[in-house]
């Protein structure tokens, strides 16, 4: 349906600047509203499955849409409430850094449009931070505005980080490419409203919703642009400098972090309904499972770039398991999803002293609590291959960042996981290990 619904809009030409003189300011910007809705949309969806889009951005000059509610335009043949128009054009200016508004309202029309279109086309712009903060009432038109220019930071994400020319470029270039997106991304998230401010409690209820969705789509954002660091770099690439290693690592840290942070915006409590209405519940099994994934990763490298939260990651990712579990009773995305998570946590929780809750192992019926108290509160494990939890995490805790193997968290899961250190380290006796998964 995004496929034939993008195709349709640009057949009507809907992905560019309206120049006719007599369509009214109001049907214009309904128009663009409609494009980015489309196109954010598909967005998202190419996300998710991971295919590139089926329109190429630079062919789009439609400017973005006003951040005013529908109600403050005119829908009749009286040009736009000139006031909020002004009140948007001034929100920007060079010296404050940000683009040219004047050139995304309807009613800036002159004989340069033509030429300007491609050069104004929020496509090609630099910055992302189109609003000064808390200069606009917030507003379900703003909101629309944050989403859509996300939307683009995140085509902007996958053209230059998930292509497949993006093999041959050097691993220097790939970091600095990332390092730009994160500025984009920081710009973005300093250009927030205090009301969508995500990252604190707010007593305004009101738009309690939009700043769900928001921090879902950030954290996401996040994790897609530093997912590349979140491995082993010592084995793929043996002899970086200092400077490649430190921002591999405060990458691969921001990547589980945000993962972490996406997960924490929802309650610890499960209620469905509650959470289907203040999120965006049909791609809510993609970010869980989007940050489950940076979660189980970096606990099966035994977190070993951040190894002082081992605690609080595996608390998460059980947390995460619970919601998908919660949700697999009435959502067959959401099932798989649990299955698969539940399962490769299991498998990786030794190499924290960890073991997961057999409570998330077992499907639940429709309507069944779980119990969200115990598994915030994780057990370690209680074999006699392992230390007791106090000495246990004593020593886990000394760990370096740098360490990629701990002798007391050796599971059948390094099997798959032998990097050169691990290969030729003194192993623990077989049977140990043996005695425990079999």
Known sequence: MSGIAIRQALTLGLHLRNEDPNLVDFAKEIRYRVWWAVASTERTLS????????FVGTDCSAPLPLPLE???????????????VRQVQGLSSEE???????????SSVSSKANARSVRDSPISRSSYNLLGKNKVSPSNGLFFVYITTLKLLDDEILKQLYRPVIVKKSWAN??????????????????????????????????????????????????????????????????????AKDID???????????????????????????????????MVHHLMQAVTALLLEISFSAIHCPDSAHFLFIAAQ???????????????????????????????????????????????AGEDVPMHDLLMPQSLASSAYLSMT????????????????????????????????????????QHHQQHWN
């Open 70 to 84: 529908e109600e403050m335009l005119i829908s009749t043949n009286q040009p736009c409430d000139t006031a909020s």
């Open 391 to 430: 000495s246990h995490e004593a020593d886990y805790n000394s760990m370096q960042p740098q360490t990629s193997w701990e002798p007391l968290m050796f599971t059948s899961y390094d099997n798959y996981l032998m990097s050169n250190d691990l290969a030729n380290a003194q192993l623990p006796p077989q």
């Open 96 to 106: 404050d850094g940000f683009p040219d508004m004047s050139a995304s309202t309807p």
């Open 47 to 54: 996300v998710m499955v991971g295919r590139p889009t089926c």
């Open 249 to 283: 690592q405060a990458s691969a840290t921001e990547c589980v972090f945000a993962a972490q942070s996406l997960v924490n915006l929802l309650p610890d409590e499960i209620n469905l309904p509650r959470m289907y209405h203040i999120s965006p519940w049909w791609n």
């Open 174 to 243: 790939v970091q600095d490419i990332m390092l730009g997106l994160q500025e984009k991304i920081d710009s973005w998230r300093s250009g927030l409203h205090a009301v969508f401010d995500f990252t604190r409690s707010q007593p305004d209820q009101s738009f309690r919703r939009q700043r769900m969705c928001l921090g879902l789509m950030y954290y996401s954002t996040v994790i897609i642009t530093k997912r590349p660091c979140l491995c082993k770099m010592d084995e793929k690439i043996p002899n970086e400098t200092k400077r």
């Open 319 to 365: 947390k995460a398991v619970a919601w998908l579990q919660s949700m697999a009773a009435n959502d067959l995305a959401a099932a798989r999803a649990w299955r698969l998570s539940s399962d490769m946590l299991r498998k990786v929780a030794p190499k924290v002293g960890r073991r997961i809750d057999e409570r998330l192992t077992r499907p639940i019926q």
